[in-house]
């Protein structure tokens, strides 16, 4: 099990970088995340039951005041991008946010108990 640190793929990111990621928005779809893996016949009810949903692409960590990409499997369009722009834009994140020194790998062993904060990794 692999986590990667988003408050430290931000704080990498130079100072343009970051003014243009902030106030975008991504639309999180598992329809996107699932068709990633072969699944992708999804029903009209299905599809109405699971729209995608608009997250900002920068997020704030209340209690820290640290700011973190809020990247995901499930991005499947920044708004405002043309569909290969934004594909281009979440390769590249995802590849500057999971270097090893952002990430923790865990080989899990019997009785091993890890706790994360999902808003920042």
Request: charge should be negative; hydrophobic fraction near 40%; glycine fraction near 4%.
């Amino acid at each position: 099990t692999e986590f990667c640190d988003m408050r430290l793929a931000w704080e990498a990111l130079p100072p343009a970088d970051q003014a243009r990621l902030e106030g975008l928005t991504a639309y999180h779809s598992i329809m996107h995340s699932r068709a990633t893996y072969g699944f992708d016949e999804w029903s009209r009810e299905e599809q109405k039951r699971f729209p995608p949903i608009p997250r900002p692409l920068v997020g704030l960590h209340e209690e820290s005041g640290r700011k973190s990409l809020l990247l995901a499997s499930h991005v499947a369009d920044i708004a405002g991008m043309a569909r290969d722009e934004s594909a281009a834009l979440v390769r590249e994140l995802t590849a500057r946010a999971t270097v090893t020194e952002h990430c923790y790998a865990r080989r899990w062993t019997q009785g091993d108990l890890l706790l994360w904060d999902n808003r920042c990794v």
